[in-house]
T-cell receptor
Framework: KAGVTQTPRYLIKTRGQQVTLSCSPI?????VSWYQQTPGQGLQFLFE???????NKGNFPGRFSGRQFSNSRSEMNVSTLELGDSALYLC??????????????FGPGTRLLVL | AQKITQTQPGMFVQEKEAVTLDCTYD???????LFWYKQPSSGEMIFLIY??????QNATEGRYSLNFQKARKSANLVISASQLGDSAMYFC???????????????FGKGTKLTVNP
């Protein structure tokens, strides 16, 4: 079974631009979560989608948004990029998020550099 | 307050020896899950092992085992017979709120960088 895939793997943008990242979960997984990883703040939860609905949200500004499609694929959008948005963005999928034993499986991440 | 604390920023171990990576957690929820992930320099987070708060036995997965001490709120990862390929960042994570029907949010520690020396 194929793992979680993320595209693109690397991105370079300039301040003020916007960016869209894509995540395809493991087949059969309906929950997709996004995390931001920076050297200073570590791994921080952005949001989680299930059945095309945002079910959980972290403490990030409204510039960070996402959506999920009917095939469970998810996109994350960051508008008006700031230098501090430079990070590794990780996507994770799991079956439903409703079982204590469910594991989140992560993709390889998208490295975003904002200049 | 930190929910997950990993007090060892870096650890060194000789190849073929065992190593313990520390993790303590803080939660008032009786139902929670604890996870360990490995992150090589490539960036991908690789799931290693899981321990549920109601599990009676310590989890084991191949060379990985979890020393779960619920009263002390610790969930230390033990890697036996270290290999050069084990050199990576290791993260402890927790998921709470499971008694309310589930929450996908994982809270991570700051990580421990493990270096395996030949």
């Amino acid at each position: 079974k194929a793992g979680v895939t993320q595209t693109p793997r690397y991105l370079i943008k300039t301040r003020g631009q916007q960016v869209t990242l894509s995540c395809s979960p493991i087949s059969g997984h309906r929950s997709v979560s996004w995390y931001q990883q920076t050297p200073g703040q570590g791994l921080q939860f952005l949001f989680e989608y299930f059945s095309e609905t945002q079910r959980n949200k972290g403490n990030f500004p409204g510039r960070f948004s996402g959506r999920q499609f009917s095939n469970s694929r998810s996109e994350m959008n960051v508008s008006t990029l700031e230098l501090g948005d430079s990070a590794l963005y990780l996507c994770a999928s799991s079956l439903s998020g409703l079982s204590a034993r469910e594991t989140q499986y992560f993709g390889p991440g998208t490295r975003l550099l904002v200049l | 307050a930190q929910k997950i604390t990993q007090t060892q920023p870096g650890m060194f171990v000789q190849e073929k020896e065992a190593v313990t990576l520390d993790c303590t957690y803080d939660t008032s929820d009786p139902s929670y899950g604890l996870f360990w992930y490995k992150q090589p320099s490539s960036g991908e987070m690789i799931f290693l092992i899981y321990q549920g708060s109601y599990d009676q036995q310590n989890a084991t997965e191949g060379r990985y085992s979890l020393n779960f001490q619920k009263a002390r709120k610790s969930a230390n990862l033990v890697i036996s017979a270290s290999q050069l390929g084990d050199s990576a960042m290791y993260f402890c994570a927790m998921r709470e709120g499971l008694t309310q029907g589930g929450s996908e949010k994982l809270v991570f520690g700051k990580g421990t960088k493990l270096t395996v020396n030949p």
